[in-house]
């Protein structure tokens, strides 16, 4: 199983990133699917989830209202839009899964099954 996470990079205050998140090597309409971020010297943290189908989303409260993840599972992709981008966002991003079709949504690092590889966004004031 591999998860490529792209589309980080360095952008100023109220600015906007798109993230992807590539799959391979899964039945990914069959997976959850979302995204962490870890800060220097803080825990890694849940950012955002969809289920294996799209019609579910979660998000973390310090991102509510200006994130927005998506997929498409044709592509076998998950995106994070991310607008009104702050200092605190600053973090490594990383692209997770966990086997779908259960009663609860994805939303803590324990369950996660496969992770990516981070993509570093950095936020500047």
């Known amino acids: 199983v591999q998860l490529q996470a792209s589309g980080g990079g360095s952008v100023q205050a109220g600015g906007s990133l798109r993230l992807s998140c590539a799959a391979s090597g899964l039945t990914f309409s069959s997976y959850d699917m979302g995204w962490f971020r870890q800060a220097p010297g803080k825990e890694r943290e849940f950012v955002a989830s969809i289920n294996w189908s799209g019609s579910s989303t979660y998000y973390a409260d310090s991102v509510k209202g200006r994130f927005t993840i998506s997929r498409d599972n044709a592509k076998n992709t998950v995106y994070l839009q991310m607008n009104s981008l702050k200092a605190e966002d600053t973090a490594v991003y990383y692209c997770?899964?966990?086997?779908?079709?259960?009663?609860?949504?994805?939303?803590?690092?324990?369950?996660?099954?496969?992770w990516g590889q981070g993509t570093q966004v950095t936020v500047s004031s």
């Open positions: 997770a899964s966990r086997i779908g079709r259960l009663l609860t949504i994805l939303a803590t690092a324990t369950e996660v099954h496969y």
